[in-house]
């Protein structure tokens, strides 16, 4: 069977493509680069909770107490990951999963974007638990900032981490 396509409408079918290519191409690019953004967040975070454990994990050595900063200095890290909290959704726009980009170092699951309102649950989660980590150090009570914080690691970014991330290689 030989299907018959008038040139208008072959002019028409070219031109559409024409059109959507680079809107696609555009697409992918912006995808890439959000996902870079989000990496760059991510590992934000992972440099500050890094930090924030260093500190209270504490050390005898003087030279090493005093680059691990002050418990002020803890405070506006945890600030800091508050901020990148209220952000996280934002940074997970759809079609930027890894089923989207396969080997492009994302595991964003998605289950992101299926269960919308658990992943903004988890991110708001995060932002809480910060701000309360936030309000521990700034009482001056390492011990309570200890015991907030240890809520952001393990509930905050690993509560998000089991649902909606697969671990990368």
């Known amino acids: 069977m030989r299907i018959r396509i008038s040139r208008t409408a072959l002019l028409a079918l070219v031109a559409g493509a024409v059109v959507v290519a680079p809107v696609a191409a555009s697409f992918a690019q912006d995808a890439e680069r959000t996902i870079k953004v989000r990496r760059a967040a991510m590992k934000e975070l992972s440099t500050h909770n890094k930090a924030i454990a260093a500190f209270l994990k504490g050390t005898n050595d003087p030279k090493k107490v005093k680059a691990l900063g002050t418990l002020g200095d803890m405070e506006i890290r945890v600030q800091a990951i508050a901020g990148t909290a209220r952000r996280i959704v934002a940074l997970f726009p759809k079609g930027t999963g890894m089923n989207a980009f396969p080997g492009k170092k994302t595991g964003a699951k998605v289950e992101i974007w299926s269960d919308a309102a658990g992943f ?3 991110a708001d989660k995060l932002m809480t638990l910060a701000a309360a980590a936030e309000k521990a ?15 952001v690691g393990k509930d905050g970014c690993g509560g998000c981490h089991k649902t909606f991330r697969q671990k990368l290689n």
């Open 137 to 151: 150090a700034a009482s001056g009570d390492e011990k309570a900032f200890a015991a907030a914080f240890g809520k």
């Open 120 to 122: 903004k649950a988890a």
